[in-house]
């Protein structure tokens, strides 16, 4: 079983950057799709960006071209580079391990905690 933490999260102003961290517990270089994902107050959790086992990544429509998912498989880390960041960006973001295509909840082997970003106008 994987352990994922996140961190890099906290209060920018809009237009800046922040650069989000994904620490496993052990390697992740087997683990199939690696997701980030983000909840904002009253609104259903969102999947914002994927990265494959075989480095294929994946963007939600709105935050395509300021945000990027990578990975360290050394560092057994991914991360979520996130630029031009708007005040509707303000989430909880989480990281979660993801086993099978499906979105179902039995695919997912484990999710981190949350970082809070704030974005101000």
């Known amino acids: 079983q994987v352990h994922l933490v996140e961190s890099g999260g906290g209060l920018v102003q809009a237009g800046g950057s922040l650069r989000l961290s994904c620490a496993a517990s052990?390697?992740?270089?087997?683990?199939?799709?690696m997701d980030w994902y983000r909840q904002a107050p009253a609104k259903q959790r969102e999947l914002v960006a994927t990265i494959t086992k075989g480095g294929s990544t994946n963007y939600a429509e709105p935050v395509k071209g300021r945000f990027t998912i990578s990975r360290d498989v050394v560092k057994n880390t991914v991360y979520l580079q996130m630029n031009s960041l708007k005040p509707e960006d303000t989430a909880v973001y989480y990281c979660?391990?993801?086993?099978?295509?499906?979105?179902?909840?039995?695919?997912?082997?484990?999710w981190g905690l949350g970082t809070q970003v704030t974005v101000s106008s």
């Open positions: 979660a391990a993801r086993s099978a295509r499906s979105y179902d909840s039995s695919s997912y082997d484990a």
């Open positions: 052990r390697s992740i270089f087997t683990i199939v799709f």
